[in-house]
């Protein structure tokens, strides 16, 4: 079957109904975002979902400095992962890009929502705002890899309008299915107080081909 993509924006003014199988659609446009310390990592191994390994080594990376030990935030991620409910560790998405730039754009500013918490808990929030490099992934989501529950709630949703919030969740993206990915340059407002700007040229990155990039 030949790809056939919907793309939200492209449809926000249609004055019609949509029917993603009526209208043999295969994949939804989807957007994720972070702020990796490696773009590579990202491209070569799809974007997948949050592990304790994977969290651990994140905050270690992350939230560890001169003040906060490595001690101090083992027994703080310890305790913060026992409370994380399943459905947070899969890999959501959104749809409608704007919101990521809008009354989301804590993904921007600070990466994930657990390491997000744990550096807040530990005192060092503001930290995460000069680590990783904010990014926006394109992604274009298999219909078979979203639960026809998800599909119908998704297809009601744009069909009354409500369009500008319309994320979703799925067990990963695979490196194939992303597509393109952009560095937001425009100031972002802070869910926590304020604006963020990203100066790129203090960023702390871990990856030389984007370091030459950017710089």
């Not at 001690?71 to 409910?85: A, H, M, P, R």
């Not at 560095?183 to 802070?190: E, N, Q, S």
């Amino acid at each position: 079957m030949e790809k056939k993509v919907f793309i939200l924006a492209e449809h926000l003014n249609d004055e019609y109904e949509v029917d993603f199988y009526e209208e043999g659609y295969t994949h939804l446009r989807a957007f994720h975002a972070c702020r990796p310390l490696r773009i590579s990592d990202y491209l070569n191994n799809g974007i997948t979902p949050i592990s304790y390994k994977s969290a651990l080594k994140d905050a270690k990376d992350r939230v560890v400095c001169d003040y906060v030990s490595e001690e101090e935030v083992i027994s703080e991620f310890e305790k913060e992962w026992s409370e994380f409910e399943d459905m947070h560790k899969r890999v959501w998405v959104q749809m409608n890009k704007d919101s990521l730039l809008g009354t989301v754009s804590h993904y921007l500013i600070y990466g994930s929502e657990f390491i997000n918490t744990l550096a807040m808990n530990l005192g060092c929030r503001s930290r995460l705002r000069q680590i990783g490099i904010p990014t926006i992934f394109y992604c274009d989501i298999p219909m078979k890899d979203i639960t026809s529950m998800t599909l119908n709630d998704i297809q009601k949703s744009f069909n009354d309008g409500y369009t500008y919030d319309i994320g979703f969740s799925v067990e990963e993206v695979l490196p194939q299915n992303i597509v393109n990915y952009e560095h937001p340059t425009k100031r972002l407002t802070d869910p926590y107080g304020g604006t963020y700007k990203t100066n790129y040229e203090k960023l702390r990155v871990y990856d030389l081909e984007l370091e030459n990039h950017l710089g």
